[in-house]
């Protein structure tokens, strides 16, 4: 069945784990993760953007998260991925989404409360859950300086105040994270003190973080020995990931690394197979590519195999 995260966050929070929230947009990614989280018994977020919305058409993607869940009998959240306005949270909701992210962290403060607060009053009337976002995930190449890229991160005192003001039922915060697959020039910076800070003054509220794909070197180096072109890419350090699911962030969210193992594994199965030419065989090595980075992440990264 669709449910909402409630649940899932509150054992998360209380187990130190992180739920997975993994965006999707075509029939094979949604099997290959699903496929993982049957094995390995983990609660489970599938996403959608605004563009996966697009290409893949609304219909379709409901219907093949509603076969997924009727088909591994799992209980899986379906969630909108940084929604920007009222209208797309709402038609998410009227749609049968379980939780929905309305966006406002590009607003001034007093704006992004506005916009948070009258999605959060449309979604609980109808029993939908809602993340907010606070504080902007800046690229290496959006900022230069450290000082500068700091200063977008979120402001634990204004993370109390968004939070008893919007109603929201989780938060994501910018602590150093980016999307993407270069998210750090020199050496991975999480800010933990802040992270600390955040959970401090919001004890037991679930806190989400974006941004958090590892970019595997696996599969970098499989996409540019195979004819990609992907130089200079890093992501957040497991350890990292492991370290802040243990302090109040319940939600996790990757999509570059499956883009990635997706893209990986096409290049490899095409180069090596040149009279090849049945989708069947290579979208079949992807969803197999897609089930092996869940599997890992649930197991060693995310921490929440066999939470159901
Ligand atoms: O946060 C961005 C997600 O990775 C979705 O990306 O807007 O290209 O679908 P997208
Ligand atoms: P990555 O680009 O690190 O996978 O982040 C995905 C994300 O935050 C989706 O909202
Ligand atoms: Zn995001
Ligand atoms: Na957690």
Do not use: W
Not at 116 to 134: C, D, F, I, N
Not at 139 to 145: A, H, L, Q, S, T
Not at 156 to 168: H, I, K, L, M, N
Not at 267 to 281: G, I, M, S, T, V
């Amino acid at each position: 069945p669709l449910v909402t995260s409630k649940e899932m966050f509150k054992k998360a929070y209380e187990g130190g784990y992180a739920i997975g929230a993994f965006n999707v947009n075509n029939m094979e990614i949604i099997q290959g993760i699903v496929e993982a989280a049957k094995e390995e018994r983990a609660p489970l977020i599938l996403q959608v953007s605004a563009g996966a919305r697009k290409y893949a058409k609304p219909v379709y993607l409901k219907k093949l998260v509603e076969a997924a869940a009727e088909d591994s009998g799992l209980p899986i959240v379906l969630h909108l991925d940084h929604g920007e306005d009222f209208e797309i949270c709402k038609a998410c909701i009227d749609d049968g989404f379980t939780s929905v992210m309305i966006d406002g962290s590009r607003l001034p403060f007093e704006e992004n409360i506005a916009l948070t607060k009258r999605v959060v009053e449309y979604a609980h009337e109808r029993g939908v859950v809602v993340e907010g976002e606070l504080g902007r995930l800046a690229g290496v190449e959006d900022n230069v300086k450290v000082n500068e890229r700091e200063a977008t991160f979120t402001d634990p005192d204004q993370a109390v105040e968004f939070v008893e003001r919007t109603g929201v039922d989780s938060l994501a915060i910018a602590i150093g994270t980016s999307h993407g697959a270069y998210k750090f020039k020199g050496e991975p910076y999480l800010d933990f003190e802040r992270l600390k800070k955040i959970t401090e003054k919001l004890p037991g509220f679930p806190l989400v973080l974006h941004g958090a794909s590892s970019v595997l070197p696996e599969y970098v180096e499989m996409c540019n020995k195979y004819g990609g072109d992907i130089p200079g890419a890093k992501g957040v350090p497991e350890e990292m990931l492991r370290k802040a699911a243990t302090m109040g962030i319940c939600k996790i969210n990757i999509d570059t690394d499956l883009r990635l193992a997706v893209t990986a594994v096409l290049r490899k199965y095409l180069a090596e197979n040149p009279a090849e030419f049945d989708p069947r065989k290579y979208l079949g090595e992807a969803r197999n590519a897609v089930k092996k980075v869940v599997q890992h992440k649930i197991r060693n990264v995310l921490g929440c195999s066999g939470k159901i």
